[in-house]
């Protein structure tokens, strides 16, 4: 579904992701794991069409990738972006109509409202409350229900338990498994690498913006070396 070689992504005179190269097939959830400053985001920002490569290629559906966000859209790859970015001066219900604002089947946005709301009960409840005053968990809910509300193939989703509590991060992981049994395919950046490998069919680590390693999720967290590096187990 997706494809990536040799990616070069700059900031100025920072060189952030070096020659990447992934894949990720149709109906998987594939994992970027790595620390802060890994190269984890600006992956995901170059593939949303935020970010410009300075080179490489990068196919989606065997077509070369849009690289305007709106044209990614509506290719059909959304990203929830790191820490939610909500319209926090909006409603709920608000920012889950700005997801589907590239499209213009009512009945078929109407239809998906109702899916979020059975896929999170809270935002039923809050659906007329401003963004911003929800709960870092129930932001998180409203964002990736946004995301999902513009019918994304492959749904890119960057630190979705960045600052949120223990048992709100299992229920997370919880609900993109569930994502997943619907028929999306996700690519997840994540710095909770225990979590992310746990879930993954598949699963890159980066490191200053290169793959050091790649596996399926359970050959990762067998791994020594990950182990050591991004699991905090000691042998």
Sequence with gaps: MLSI???NVKYGHIHALHDLSLEVEEGTVVAVVGANGAGKTTL??????LLAPASGEIRFKGEPLPREAFRVVAKGMCL???RRRLYANLTVKENLMMGAYLRQDKAGIKD???EMFLLFPIL???????AGT???GEQQMCAIARGL????QLLLLDEPSLGLAPLMVQHMFKIIREIREKGVTILLAEQNAFQALDLADHAFVLETGKVIVSGTGQDLLDDPLVQKAYLGVSH
């Design 149 to 152: 509300m513009s019918r994304p």
């Design 80 to 82: 929830v972006p790191e």
């Design 134 to 136: 929800l709960s870092g």
């Design 5 to 7: 070689s040799d990616l």
């Design 44 to 49: 995901l920002a170059t593939l949303a069409g």
């Design 112 to 114: 998906d409202m109702e």
């Design 124 to 130: 039923r409840e809050r659906i007329n409350q401003y």
